[in-house]
């Protein structure tokens, strides 16, 4: 078979299970935003049937969900332009899901690190969903044939595994019908870590609040996380090698460059010398003048769910008239009989 020409298309995707942090703005959001533009298709995700890999009460699941979509479209993402919808809205994506299960191997799911942070001692006991779920993330991203994923650090690993499962299906049914998928993980702040331990990821479900910003913390709770953000007791040196080893006052440098549109290395020419009596109150203005707005505009959203609902309903249509041909043509390649009409 021919191979396909694909147009740059950009798919991502972020689970609804609690709020949003600044790890998730900065890694994901932000950087989705500004891939909107004429160089690239963009769809972007709300994954529901992934945040079930782990329990999530149906209340609070349907919540985050149209919350996730309202923190997106709050951060600039344009409905119209890209395409915004829930997973379990266009049912090509588990379906396709299922066949990557048949395409990767075990092994390869042994080796998937956040499945092994995740389940830690308890592996036995997790759901099989959170086992399968990097192989459910590879058809999110191959049923729409995309060639860019923009994502934070963590998922690299997760994209590299797409790239093997497509590879691999490839080569089995001897076609060449699955792109190889570029992540493309840029920018300062592809891996913010916990205020609290600079060795640990800024994470959704940490526990305790002070480790993380939320997206919808207000200027004061962000100002006093700043302010409790674990540092040392040196000033700021006046280059990024100087910063070797010092993995909190690094972070900060880095929040700060991904807040402001800059490198690290503006930032500490800017900040030479400067002790963090001055240099965290001027990070948690910066965050405030960034996330405010957002956070308004996201409870603006969230005053009318059923707009949001309306958007995702048309986002789904979108993304099922991408996915959906994908799909049948993977169904014919594997030897799957369609004869319903
Ligand atoms: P999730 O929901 O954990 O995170 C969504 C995005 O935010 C990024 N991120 C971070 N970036 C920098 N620093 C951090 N501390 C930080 N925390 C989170 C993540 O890297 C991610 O880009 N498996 C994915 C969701 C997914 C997906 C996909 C992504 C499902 N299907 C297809 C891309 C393509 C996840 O759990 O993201």
């Known amino acids: 078979m021919s191979k396909v020409e694909h147009t740059p298309r950009v798919f991502s995707g972020i689970k609804p299970s609690g709020g949003l942090t600044l790890g998730n703005y900065l890694g994901a959001i932000k950087r989705w935003v500004d891939m909107q533009g004429p160089d690239f298709e963009t769809t972007y995700c709300v994954v529901d049937l992934h945040a079930i890999t782990v329990w999530q009460d149906p209340a609070d699941l349907r919540h985050a969900t149209r919350e996730t979509a309202a923190a997106m479209l709050a951060s600039g993402i344009n409905p119209d332009t890209s395409t915004l919808f829930n997973q379990s809205q266009v049912p090509a994506h588990a379906e396709l899901g299922w066949i990557f299960n048949c395409v990767a191997r075990v092994g390869w799911m042994n080796r998937m690190t956040q499945f092994k942070d995740k389940a830690g001692k308890n592996a036995e006991k997790v759901s099989l969903g959170l086992y399968a779920y990097p192989s459910l993330m590879a058809a999110d991203i191959l049923v729409h044939h995309a060639t860019h994923v923009p994502v934070g650090e963590d998922q690299k690993q997760h994209v590299e595994l797409t790239r093997d499962i497509a590879a691999k299906f490839n080569h089995d049914y001897k076609v060449d019908f699955f792109p190889m998928t570029e992540p493309v ?10 205020l609290r331990d600079g060795s640990k990821k800024m994470s959704k479900s940490g526990e305790s609040d002070m480790e993380r910003i939320n997206m919808t913390d207000d200027a004061a709770t962000i100002a006093k996380k700043f302010k409790k953000a674990r540092t040392d007791p040196e000033a700021l040196p006046d280059n990024l090698e100087a910063l070797k080893g010092r993995v909190e006052a690094r972070n900060l440098v880095d929040i700060y460059a991904g807040l402001s549109d800059t490198t690290p290395e503006a930032v500490i020419t800017e ?21 405010a707005p957002i956070s308004d505009e996201m409870s603006r959203l969230m005053d009318d769910p059923a707009e949001i609902d309306r958007l995702l309903a048309k986002g789904a249509e979108r993304a099922e008239a991408v996915a959906q041909p994908i799909l049948e043509k993977t169904y014919d390649i594997v030897g799957l009989v369609r004869s319903r009409k």
């Open 185 to 194: 993980i840029e920018g300062p702040a592809t891996r913010v870590m916990n």
């Open 271 to 291: 900040y030479a010398g400067a002790g963090w009596g001055r240099f965290k109150p001027a990070l948690a203005d910066l965050a405030v003048a960034k996330l």
